[in-house]
């Protein structure tokens, strides 16, 4: 998650706690609730953004895998049938 992301998400938790504390502490039901589902987007929003993250390093790794082989070997460093060329 790029920093900025991740920072947005933790203010908009951070806010929703602290609009939920004010409206227990002030007996405004509908503030509490406003911080709760402040809270709740805050951490739903960062879930998706570290789910995002990890695929996006699954896919590069797996790009990585295709180009290179599995054995670790390059793509030109085979023949047309897969064998090392490298003597």
């Known amino acids: 998650m790029s920093g900025v992301d991740k920072a947005k998400d933790k203010l908009q ?3 929703g706690k602290l609009k939920e504390r ?8 509908s503030l ?14 960062e879930t998706a953004h570290d789910l995002r993250d990890k695929a996006a390093g699954k896919v590069e790794e797996i790009k ?4 290179d082989g599995k054995d670790g070997k390059r793509d030109d460093e085979r023949d047309d ?3 090392d ?3």
Not at 22 to 29: K, L
Not at 64 to 67: A, D, P, Q
């Open 81 to 83: 049938e897969g064998r």
């Open 13 to 15: 938790q951070a806010k």
């Open 32 to 45: 509490e609730a406003e911080g709760k589902r402040d809270q709740f987007v805050g951490k739903t929003k």
């Open 64 to 67: 990585r895998e295709f180009k």
């Open 85 to 87: 060329t490298r003597r």
């Open 22 to 29: 004010t409206g227990e502490a002030t007996g405004n039901e």
